[in-house]
């Protein structure tokens, strides 16, 4: 590299947000020294992203730093944990010191976001290639894993869905330059918001969760298919943000809704016992959740639209 590997680390990743709770020694030792609080589990996850697989070349180094970092925490937000600590393997092909400035300036953001430290890394030579390994704790026991669905629970989701493959589009598609495309559907796409807060206020309220970055009905089947279940869709009741139904027909909308992925919202299912105690808990919260269908006994998806049954695959309607 242009720059030594150690100077590298020292100028840009050094000096991030590395020395929060439960922090004994950051980076700049052979390991990083730890210790989850008492009474608490490790929740760990890490995600690879190759450049020209899972992101464009030429993304802004900012952004993607952004980007990379909401979607891993994401899982922990999906197990109900609290962010801790984040470790970084970096694969670039030379040491371009503009794009590694935009990339820890992003990071910085991101970890004070979610109150992550940085406690090391590996900096290689190759094809950029960035793995994030998050690191979040949570009480023991009380972990929202996605066993544990039954038959007649509630299925529900965050936010608004789709609007990232919207984003993405917008960003892919030729605009005339007096013409920029919407922010708050790129902004979708750039800087996912991991559900943290909503994550841990589900403790003891979801039986299932995880977080949706296939798109809804392929991750869905992640909380189904293991336990022989299915779920009936109410299609009509599936969320959008004003901006996509403002940009994109309807059609467009509900299949980005039911296949896109990358919107990172939280799908949780929620015993109907415990419907009172989510509405106490969503109302103190930022999001906005949305019950979107039930757990059937019988494997399988269906969408219900104004009285029609209609059969749904992962990849969202199914032609017969
Ligand atoms: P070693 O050769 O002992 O593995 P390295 O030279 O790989 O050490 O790393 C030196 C220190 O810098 C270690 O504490 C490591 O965790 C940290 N580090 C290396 N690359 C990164 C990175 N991209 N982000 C954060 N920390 C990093
Ligand atoms: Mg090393």
Redesign the pocket.
Known sequence: MGIA??EL?ERY??A?PGYGRGVDL???????LLTVPAGQQLAVSIDTLVEGTHFLAGIDAEQLAHRALASCVSDLAAMGATPAWL????TLPEADEAWLRLFSQGLAAALQRYGLS??????TRGHRTLSLQVHGWVPEGQALTRRGAKPGDGIWVSGTLGDAMAGLELLQRQQPSDQVPDPFLLQRFYQPTARIELGQALRGIASAALDISDGLLADLGHLLTPENLGAQIELDRLPYSAAMLAQFDPARAQQWALAGGEDFELCFTVPHANEALLAQKLSGLAVDCRRIGRVCAEPGLVGATGGEMIALSAQGYQHF
């Open positions: 590997e150690f680390i990743f050094s991030l950051g980076i700049g030792d052979d390991c990083a470790t970084l393997a970096l940085l406690v090391g890394g590996d900096t």
